[in-house]
């Protein structure tokens, strides 16, 4: 076997030394990243500052508009309201990313935990938004309330001025007596029947609903029994004002069932019930994280000024 001379030798040398060269090259440029200048540390810090006091405003402004659209009187005020709600929950997302790519430029564990935690809890936070906002959007109980109001207390209204129309008829008869107890009875129960409706409209609870509508249908029952019993004994000039009582009643019993339907939904006192409870712990959460990363953030700052 024979041996490369010295020239041979030296250029299998060189050619080892450029190949490791090279190799080293290659792995240094993949995993060494150049340390970062002053200025840029402080830019970054400065900006995350910003960014930071930006999501906790419109983290508040998100809430205090979404609370706004759950207490608004019209559709019209809650969508307005639902709309600047989500107009401030994009802004704290945009400004989640922004935060991403600076912690991304200086990487920071503590940082990196921080942004963990607050994506968590916003993550949570914005699907209760999410509900919340559908439902207040809605405003059944605040219809319930309208459709009660005025047309259930117009139908009322012309069943107790037909009703007493019937009872001028028998004024000094033999049946006055038995004719103002019977009409006595009928208005008595259908105002009881529309005072009820506030109580429905206002209650959370489905087993205490069942109970006024079990209420409503005895007095419904009771009014209906005296209409009756009063066709039975007015006279002839007596049965238009009392087909006008009957209809009027007829119409008030149709917008109950329309303002227990609205009332059932409940979407108002729902919403009203998440954002004055679960909404609000889970902001401070939100909050309390965001408070957290700027005081790293400032601990940072006077690091990077020493």
């Known amino acids: 076997m024979q041996f490369p001379d010295g020239k041979g030798r030296s250029a299998i040398l060189w050619g080892i030394g450029i190949s ?18 002053y200025e840029d540390t402080y830019k970054n810090i400065v900006k995350k500052r910003e960014i930071l006091s930006q999501m906790r405003a419109n983290l508040h402004k998100s809430v205090e508009m979404e609370k706004n659209a759950v207490m ?3 559709d019209e005020e809650s969508r307005e309201f639902a709309d600047q709600s989500l107009a401030a929950s994009a802004v704290v997302e945009q400004n989640q ?13 503590d940082e990196r935990n921080l942004v ?40 009322m209204q012309r069943f107790e001025h037909a009703l007493n129309d019937v009872l001028k008829s028998y004024s000094g008869t033999r049946n006055e007596g038995r004719v103002a107890r019977l009409i006595f009875h009928a208005i008595t129960a259908g105002l009881k029947i529309h005072n009820l409706h506030s ?18 249908k005895t007095e419904e029952n009771e009014a209906s029994k005296s209409l009756d019993e009063l066709a039975s004994i007015v006279g002839e000039k007596s049965r238009h004002a009392l087909l006008q009582a009957k209809t009027a009643f007829s119409e008030f019993m149709e917008v109950t069932a329309e303002v227990i339907k609205l009332s059932r939904q ?41």
């Open 266 to 306: 409940n979407t108002n006192i729902k919403s009203l019930e998440l954002s004055l409870g679960k909404t609000r712990k889970v902001t401070a959460q939100c909050d309390e994280i965001l408070a957290a990363f700027q005081e790293a953030v400032q601990r940072r700052t006077f690091k990077a000024t020493r």
């Open 20 to 37: 490791v060269g090279l190799l080293l090259f290659v792995v240094i440029s993949k995993y060494y990243t150049p340390p970062v200048r």
């Open 116 to 155: 963990i935690e607050f994506n968590n809890c916003w993550t949570e936070l914005r699907k209760l938004d999410q509900v919340i906002l559908e439902l207040a959007v809605q405003n059944t109980n605040l219809k319930a309330a309208s459709l009660s109001r005025e047309k259930g207390a117009e139908a």
């Open 199 to 216: 109580f429905h409209i206002a209650e959370a609870s489905d087993e205490k609903m069942d109970q006024i509508e079990t209420q409503m």
């Open 97 to 109: 990313k922004q935060l991403n790519s600076l912690i991304d430029a200086a990487p920071m564990q």
């Open 72 to 74: 608004a009187l019209t």
